[in-house]
């Protein structure tokens, strides 16, 4: 009887593993959209006075600023302007500077972004005093180039 199980399992087992897709696979999609759509993020973080009580390491606090996203997918642009908001912590006021934001960006389905001429990887704090490229390249393998800019910082 264990035998039959065995057998019974090991059939259902490579039947479940099987497809039964085996035609019009031509017909499914490739994106060719190699763009940015929009500005997700753009915040500044800093190290609070506050201490980890599992560490004893200072916290990184991180704060949303306001921002304005102006994106022209014709020539490759994206610039941006940021407000600090009201709720920003006055302490940090004189620390908040280009040189130290973050910056994340929304891609055309199944892009990828690759920073370009030595720019910083999105999503981590860098120095947007300065405009930086990217290349986007879609999934079909088409590839277009960005510039990222902050172009203003109001505090």
């Not at 690759?114 to 999105?122: C, F, N, Q, V, Y």
């Not at 999503?123 to 990222?148: L, N």
């Amino acid at each position: 009887m264990k035998k039959i199980l065995y057998k019974l399992f090991l059939l259902f087992v490579v039947l479940s593993f099987s497809s039964c897709l085996d035609s019009n696979l031509d017909e499914l999609l490739v994106y060719e959209e190699a763009d940015i759509t929009s500005v997700s993020a753009v915040q500044y973080r800093y190290l609070s006075d506050k201490k980890s009580p599992a560490s004893g390491e200072f916290i990184v606090e991180e704060v949303n600023l306001q921002y304005t996203g102006d994106i022209d997918a014709d020539h490759g642009t994206v610039k941006i302007e940021v407000e600090k908001p009201s709720t920003f912590p006055a302490a940090q006021v004189n620390n908040l500077s280009k040189s130290n934001l973050v910056v994340v960006v929304t891609l055309s389905t199944a892009a990828r972004l690759t920073p370009a001429e030595g720019s910083p990887i999105l999503g981590v704090p860098a120095d947007w005093s300065k405009a930086h490229k990217y290349i986007v390249t879609s999934a079909s393998g088409k590839k277009k180039e960005w510039t990222i800019e902050v172009v203003s910082l109001t505090k």
